[in-house]
């Protein structure tokens, strides 16, 4: 499967986006999706999953009720939606795919490109 993430950008403290993530394919809702990121000088992180129904989602504890990972299994696309941003979120921001719900970067065994996100102060 290749994945295409769109929707990075430059935002103030406080702002929100939206990053999507176009999957090919046909089995796209067989896959779990998740989001990480990499912050300069830092090693890539989880931020969120979600399972192929879109029933279970999960996130890192920082993150939670800021962001939202969510998906449109018939648009092939997830989605992670971004509120109260802050400058500790700048990051590379990259989608994955996977076969098991998790936090561990190893499960996923598809990546998309990176699309950059930076919040100014």
């Known amino acids: 499967v290749q994945l295409q993430a769109s929707g990075g950008g430059l935002v103030q403290a406080g702002g929100s986006l939206r990053l999507s993530c176009v999957a090919s394919?046909?089995?796209?809702?067989?896959?779990?999706m998740a989001w990480f990121r990499q912050a300069p000088g830092k090693e890539r992180e989880f931020v969120a999953t979600?399972?192929?129904?879109?029933?279970?989602?999960y996130y890192t504890d920082s993150m939670k009720g800021r962001f939202t990972i969510s998906r449109d299994n018939a648009k092939n696309t997830v989605y992670l939606q971004m509120n109260s941003l802050e400058p500790e979120d700048t990051a590379v921001y990259c989608c994955?795919?996977?076969?098991?719900?998790?936090?561990?970067?190893?499960?996923?065994?598809?990546w998309g490109q990176g699309t950059e996100v930076t919040v100014s102060s």
């Open positions: 979600i399972s192929g129904s879109g029933s279970r989602t």
């Open positions: 994955a795919a996977g076969s098991l719900v998790a936090r561990s970067r190893e499960q996923y065994n598809y």
């Open positions: 394919g046909r089995t796209f809702r067989n896959y779990v």
